[in-house]
């Protein structure tokens, strides 16, 4: 069975950072394109970030570009979310997503192209 797990949320400064992590189970990781989404409370999710299968392309929102880094290691079944200089309006609950299998060399951050989903990780930016 399918799993995603997330971790590595929590409270933290304007400007600080955290690294989000996310495991898989039950599958591999190397048919599989992976997505950062997020919600905030009355928001609709939003994709942050997306990597292909091996990692060789990876898109953002444009109000993340150069503050978050998506990576992956298939070889430990993990991808990652390196946030850095994080803004209150970053707060929200952070999922990953699987989307595939597929042989894609690319990846999308479209909600509806992804069908398994972690529990999510709150990220709370707060002064």
């Known amino acids: 069975q399918l799993q995603l797990v997330e971790s590595g949320g929590g409270l933290v400064q304007p400007g600080g950072s955290l690294r989000l992590s996310c495991a898989a189970s039950?599958?591999?990781?190397?048919?599989?394109?992976i997505g950062w989404f997020r919600q905030a409370p009355g928001k609709e999710r939003e994709g942050v970030s997306c990597?292909?299968?091996?990692?060789?392309?990876?898109n953002y929102a444009d109000s993340v570009k150069g503050r978050f880094t998506i990576s992956r290691d298939n070889t430990k079944n993990m991808v990652y979310l390196q946030m850095n200089s994080l803004k209150p309006e970053d707060t929200a609950i952070y999922y990953c997503?699987?989307?595939?299998?597929?042989?894609?060399?690319?990846?999308?951050?479209?909600?509806?192209?992804?069908?398994?989903w972690g529990q999510g990780t709150q990220v709370t930016v707060s002064s």
């Open positions: 997503a699987a989307s595939g299998p597929t042989f894609q060399a690319t990846c999308t951050m479209t909600v509806g192209r992804f069908s398994s």
């Open positions: 039950g599958f591999t990781l190397d048919y599989y394109a």
């Open positions: 990597i292909s299968r091996r990692g060789g392309n990876t």
